[in-house]
């Protein structure tokens, strides 16, 4: 109900208690390739930040038609590149892997990712950062 009345009067619907469990959840394993770089420092059950660190679930981001970047996984890998990078992804033609690429100068689309132009974040089937180069 809430929420239902804040999005009616424009205003933003408090944070649930949980936010950084639900979205915040993150893992250092084998399944992602990890770039060293630390986790957001915040409270891991009450507070979450977006975080394209792998390990991460992507943060959410509009790529194409007000699309998310969560609806363009699912199907296959998502990789967003900056447009420097993207010079350097002729490979991934040879490969079978089900892949979309998604290129972009955007510079708040970038920084969200955590990369500049130099930069590529890839997105596993489940929406969680498999790996990200900052420069390629």
Avoid: C
């Avoid at 399944?31 to 660190?53: F, I, Q």
């Avoid at 509009?62 to 363009?72: G, P, R, Y």
């Amino acid at each position: 109900m809430e929420a239902t009345v804040a999005h009616h009067s424009g205003a933003q619907p408090r944070a649930r208690p949980s936010e950084g469990l639900v979205l915040g959840h993150h893992y250092n394993s084998a399944a992602v390739v990890t770039d060293r770089t630390p986790p957001p420092d915040t409270h891991p059950v009450t507070e979450y930040v977006p975080s394209a660190r792998p390990g991460h679930r992507a943060p959410h981001s509009a790529l194409d038609q007000n699309k998310s970047v969560l609806n363009h996984v699912g199907d296959g890998f998502l990789l967003i590149s900056g447009t420097a990078a993207r010079h350097n992804l002729t490979y991934l033609r040879a490969t079978r892997m089900p892949i979309t690429v998604y290129v972009t100068a955007d510079p708040d689309l970038l920084v969200l990712h955590g990369i500049d132009d130099h930069g590529v974040v890839l997105m596993r089937l489940d929406g969680h950062v498999f790996w990200r180069a900052l420069n390629l």
